[in-house]
C-alpha cells in the first residue's frame, strides 16, 4: 500500500483504479483499508454486528461494506466473519435442507418380534376411559388398541399389555416408543430388562422413529371421528371395530392385510343370508404358505423403505459430525410439557443454544452431546437439531435457565396462597408455592393433592 502511494505521489496516472488525496487511499471511490486486524474488525462490528445493520446476511452484510471500503480477499474474510458469528448462528434459521437422510428400521424376521407403543390423549372421558394404548408389529402392520383410564401408571400399562397382547403372541425382542414419561420409568425398564425385552426410544425431539405408530394414531383418530362425530363420548364402543378394520385392511407397504400375514387367508367377507342357500369354508393353513407370505410380506416392506427412503432423502441433506466437534444445538422447550405452565418467551428465545461438544455416535443419525451438569433433558439429539459450530469456545455453554431448573430438587418454603379450581370435573385446591432460594414473584401454583403426595413431610 505504501508502495502505491509512493508512486501515485509522483505519477497519479501510475494506477487507474487509485487515488491519493487528503491522506486517503482510495480504490474506485473506495476507502482502501491496510493489514490491520483491529480496524477489519471493528469495520465488521459496525456494519454488521450493530442495531443499524442487525446482523445481516452474508450477501448484504459484503455489499454494504464493498460500497464503501477495500482490502485484499476481503470477500473471504467477511464470509468467514459472518460464517463464525455466535449471534447469528443462534437466531437464525437453518436454510438447509432437513439434516439425516432417512435411516428405516430393520426389518423383523417374525411377526410380533418388534412392536412400537404409543398413546392417543385428548379424548372425552367415557365410562372411566381417557385414552388409548396402540400396540403395533413392526412386520405383519398388525395392531391392537387398548382403552385406559387416567391416571396410569407403568405397572398398568404392562397389564394392559399383558391382558390383551401378551396372551396372543408372548413377549416381544424389542419395543419402540417415544419418549413418554410411561415409558422412561424405572419400574417400566426393570419390568422388561428382566424379560430380556429391548426398549428403543426415540432421540429427543425426533417422533420420527416411531413414524409407524404415528401414523397408526392418526389413521385411528380419523376412523372414531368418522363413526363418532355426533356421539364422541362413545368411542369406547368402536375400539373392537376400529381395530378388526384396521387389521383387515389392505396396506400398500405389505401389499397385503395384517390378518392375512397373521392367519394365513383372507379376512373372512360377510354376506347377507340367502334363504335356502348352503355355505361352507375352506381354509388352507399350510405351514408352507405361511412362509411364502411371510418371504413375500419382506419383500414388499423393503421394496416400500426404498421407495420412502428415495422419496424423502431427496428433500433431505446429508450431515455428519466427528467425536469432539462443537454444534449448535436447536431447543423447542414449548414440545416440554414441564414447562408449558411457565411464562417464557418462546417466540422471541434463541433458535440454538450451545455449542456443545459431541461425545458419541448413536446409530447413524443421532448424537450424544456433553450437556451442562445438571441438564433436565437427555443428551441424544437427531442430527436435524444440530449445526456445526465453525468456530469452538473456549468456555463451557450453558442451557437456558428454565431447562436447568428442572434439573433442580427445589424445596417448598411457604404457601402463600390458595384457591379452588376445576380439575376433572370436580372442584381441586392449588397452592401457591415459594421455594427456597427463589424470590417470592417466582412461586408457582401447584395442585394441592399433588404437592402433599410429594411433599409429605412439609408443615405450612
Same mark, same amino acid.
Not at 184 to 193: G, T
Not at 216 to 238: G, I, Q, V
Given at each position: 500500500?505504501?508502495?502505491?502511494?509512493?508512486?501515485?505521489?509522483? $505519477?497519479?496516472?501510475?494506477?487507474?483504479?487509485?487515488?491519493?488525496?487528503?491522506?486517503?487511499?482510495?480504490?474506485?471511490?473506495?476507502?482502501?483499508?491496510?493489514? $490491520?486486524?483491529?480496524?477489519?474488525?471493528?469495520?465488521?462490528?459496525?456494519?454488521?454486528?450493530?442495531?443499524?445493520?442487525?446482523?445481516?446476511?452474508?450477501?448484504?452484510?459484503?455489499?454494504?461494506?464493498?460500497?464503501?471500503?477495500?482490502?485484499?480477499?476481503?470477500?473471504?474474510?467477511?464470509?468467514?466473519?459472518?460464517?463464525?458469528?455466535?449471534?447469528?448462528?443462534?437466531?437464525?434459521?437453518?436454510?438447509?435442507?432437513?439434516?439425516?437422510?432417512?435411516?428405516?428400521?430393520?426389518?423383523?424376521?417374525?411377526?410380533?418380534?418388534?412392536?412400537?407403543?404409543?398413546?392417543?390423549?385428548?379424548?372425552?372421558?367415557?365410562?372411566?376411559?381417557?385414552?388409548?394404548?396402540?400396540?403395533?408389529?413392526?412386520?405383519?402392520?398388525?395392531?391392537?388398541?387398548?382403552?385406559?383410564?387416567?391416571?396410569?401408571?407403568?405397572?398398568?400399562?404392562?397389564?394392559?399389555?399383558?391382558?390383551?397382547?401378551?396372551?396372543?403372541?408372548?413377549?416381544?425382542?424389542?419395543?419402540?416408543?417415544?419418549?413418554?414419561?410411561?415409558?422412561?420409568?424405572?419400574?417400566?425398564?426393570?419390568?422388561?430388562?428382566?424379560?430380556?425385552? $429391548?426398549?428403543?426410544?426415540?432421540?429427543?425431539?425426533?417422533?420420527?422413529?416411531?413414524?409407524?405408530?404415528?401414523?397408526?394414531?392418526?389413521?385411528?383418530?380419523?376412523?372414531?371421528?368418522?363413526?363418532?362425530?355426533?356421539?364422541?363420548?362413545?368411542?369406547?364402543?368402536?375400539?373392537?371395530?376400529?381395530?378388526?378394520?384396521?387389521?383387515?385392511?389392505?396396506?400398500?407397504?405389505?401389499?397385503?392385510?395384517?390378518?392375512?400375514?397373521?392367519?394365513?387367508?383372507?379376512?373372512?367377507?360377510?354376506?347377507?343370508?340367502?334363504?335356502?342357500?348352503?355355505?361352507?369354508?375352506?381354509?388352507?393353513?399350510?405351514?408352507?404358505?405361511?412362509?411364502?407370505?411371510?418371504?413375500?410380506?419382506?419383500?414388499?416392506?423393503?421394496?416400500?423403505?426404498?421407495?420412502?427412503?428415495?422419496?424423502?432423502?431427496?428433500?433431505?441433506?446429508?450431515?455428519?459430525?466427528?467425536?469432539?466437534?462443537?454444534?449448535?444445538?436447536?431447543?423447542?422447550?414449548?414440545?416440554?410439557?414441564?414447562?408449558?405452565?411457565?411464562?417464557?418467551?418462546?417466540?422471541?428465545?434463541?433458535?440454538?443454544?450451545?455449542?456443545?461438544?459431541?461425545?458419541?455416535?448413536?446409530?447413524?443419525?443421532?448424537?450424544?452431546?456433553?450437556?451442562?451438569?445438571?441438564?433436565?433433558?437427555?443428551?441424544?439429539?437427531?442430527?436435524?437439531?444440530?449445526?456445526?459450530?465453525?468456530?469452538?469456545?473456549?468456555?463451557?455453554?450453558?442451557?437456558?435457565?428454565?431447562?436447568?431448573?428442572?434439573?433442580?430438587?427445589?424445596?417448598?418454603?411457604?404457601?402463600?396462597?390458595?384457591?379452588?379450581?376445576?380439575?376433572?370435573?370436580?372442584?381441586?385446591?392449588?397452592?401457591?408455592?415459594?421455594?427456597?432460594?427463589?424470590?417470592?414473584?417466582?412461586?408457582?401454583?401447584?395442585?394441592?393433592?399433588?404437592?402433599?403426595?410429594?411433599?409429605?413431610?412439609? $408443615?405450612?
Amino acid at each position: 500500500m505504501r508502495k502505491i502511494i509512493s508512486e501515485l505521489n509522483i $505519477d497519479k496516472a501510475s494506477h487507474p483504479l487509485f487515488s491519493f488525496d487528503n491522506g486517503e487511499l482510495l480504490r474506485k471511490g473506495k476507502l482502501v483499508v491496510g493489514n $490491520d486486524e483491529a480496524v477489519k474488525l471493528h469495520i465488521l462490528k459496525w456494519l454488521h454486528d450493530s442495531a443499524v445493520e442487525g446482523h445481516s446476511g452474508r450477501d448484504a452484510t459484503l455489499h454494504k461494506i464493498k460500497s464503501l471500503f477495500y482490502w485484499p480477499k476481503m470477500n473471504i474474510e467477511i464470509q468467514q466473519y459472518v460464517r463464525n458469528c455466535g449471534v447469528c448462528q443462534q437466531n437464525k434459521y437453518d436454510s438447509a435442507a432437513k439434516p439425516g437422510l432417512l435411516q428405516p428400521l430393520p426389518i423383523p424376521q417374525s411377526v410380533w418380534e418388534s412392536i412400537s407403543m404409543d398413546f392417543v390423549e385428548g379424548l372425552p372421558p367415557s365410562g372411566g376411559k381417557h385414552c388409548i394404548l396402540v400396540v403395533v408389529d413392526q412386520l405383519s402392520k398388525s395392531a391392537h388398541f387398548v382403552s385406559l383410564s387416567h391416571p396410569y401408571i407403568a405397572i398398568d400399562v404392562a397389564q394392559a399389555y399383558m391382558d390383551n397382547i401378551f396372551k396372543l403372541y408372548g413377549l416381544p425382542k424389542e419395543i419402540i416408543s417415544d419418549r413418554d414419561p410411561t415409558f422412561l420409568s424405572e419400574v417400566w425398564k426393570e419390568l422388561f430388562r428382566v424379560q430380556g425385552v $429391548d426398549l428403543k426410544h426415540s432421540t429427543t425431539y425426533h417422533p420420527q422413529t416411531d413414524g409407524q405408530t404415528e401414523v397408526t394414531n392418526r389413521t385411528l383418530e380419523t376412523y372414531l371421528r368418522c363413526m363418532t362425530a355426533d356421539t364422541p363420548h362413545t368411542w369406547p364402543h368402536w375400539l373392537p371395530l376400529a381395530e378388526g378394520w384396521y387389521n383387515t385392511t389392505y396396506h400398500l407397504a405389505i401389499h397385503t392385510t395384517p390378518f392375512e400375514v397373521l392367519f394365513g387367508q383372507p379376512p373372512p367377507t360377510h354376506l347377507p343370508y340367502l334363504p335356502g342357500e348352503s355355505s361352507s369354508a375352506v381354509i388352507d393353513r399350510s405351514m408352507q404358505q405361511r412362509e411364502n407370505i411371510i418371504n413375500m410380506l419382506k419383500f414388499h416392506l423393503t421394496r416400500a423403505q426404498n421407495r420412502m427412503k428415495q422419496i424423502s432423502d431427496a428433500k433431505r441433506s446429508f450431515r455428519e459430525f466427528s467425536i469432539g466437534n462443537y454444534v449448535y444445538l436447536e431447543l423447542q422447550p414449548y414440545r416440554q410439557h414441564s414447562l408449558k405452565n411457565r411464562k417464557l418467551p418462546h417466540k422471541l428465545s434463541p433458535r440454538f443454544y450451545g455449542p456443545f461438544r459431541v461425545i458419541d455416535k448413536i446409530g447413524q443419525v443421532a448424537y450424544k452431546l456433553e450437556l451442562p451438569p445438571g441438564a433436565a433433558i437427555h443428551n441424544v439429539f437427531h442430527v436435524s437439531q444440530m449445526k456445526l459450530c465453525p468456530n469452538p469456545p473456549t468456555v463451557q455453554s450453558t442451557l437456558p435457565q428454565y431447562l436447568m431448573d428442572l434439573g433442580t430438587a427445589k424445596e417448598p418454603e411457604a404457601i402463600l396462597d390458595k384457591k379452588v379450581v376445576k380439575r376433572r370435573n370436580t372442584a381441586a385446591t392449588k397452592v401457591l408455592v415459594q421455594w427456597k432460594g427463589y424470590p417470592p414473584d417466582q412461586a408457582t401454583w401447584e395442585f394441592y393433592q399433588d404437592f402433599t403426595a410429594k411433599f409429605p413431610t412439609f $408443615d405450612p
